[in-house]
């Protein structure tokens, strides 16, 4: 059975920075981990993905300011968040793309406010 934990999520002031970590367990090998993420009244939307390989894909909304990573060794993706906005504010979540199912992490919040 596949567990996603994740952590990292707080609150933040606009400009700063937050790093957000998701260790998947249960499972060796996948195409693809990435982050996605959901305002209140919103729906879930991509941020950023990474794949086996190492491609990643961002959300033009983050590009530049938003960096996904991950260590194979530790099944670890992680998402490096810097001069953070306000309308980044949302529940993040995590998501492994295996070649016959998807699984998603619990969410963390993360909030920017002032």
């Known amino acids: 059975q596949v567990q996603l934990v994740e952590s990292g999520g707080g609150l933040v002031q606009p400009g700063g920075s937050l790093g957000l970590s998701c260790t998947a367990s249960g499972i060796f090998w996948f195409l693809a981990m990435g982050w996605y993420r959901q305002a209140p009244g919103q729906q879930r939307e991509l941020v950023a993905v990474i794949t086996s390989s190492g491609n990643t894909n961002y959300a033009d909304s983050v590009k530049g300011r938003f960096t996904i990573s991950r260590d194979n060794a530790k099944n670890t993706v992680y998402l490096q968040m810097n001069s953070l906005k306000p309308e980044d504010t949302a529940v993040y979540y995590c998501?492994?793309?295996?070649?016959?199912?998807?699984?998603w992490g619990q969410g963390t919040q993360v909030t920017v406010s002032s």
């Open positions: 998501k492994l793309t295996a070649t016959t199912f998807n699984s």
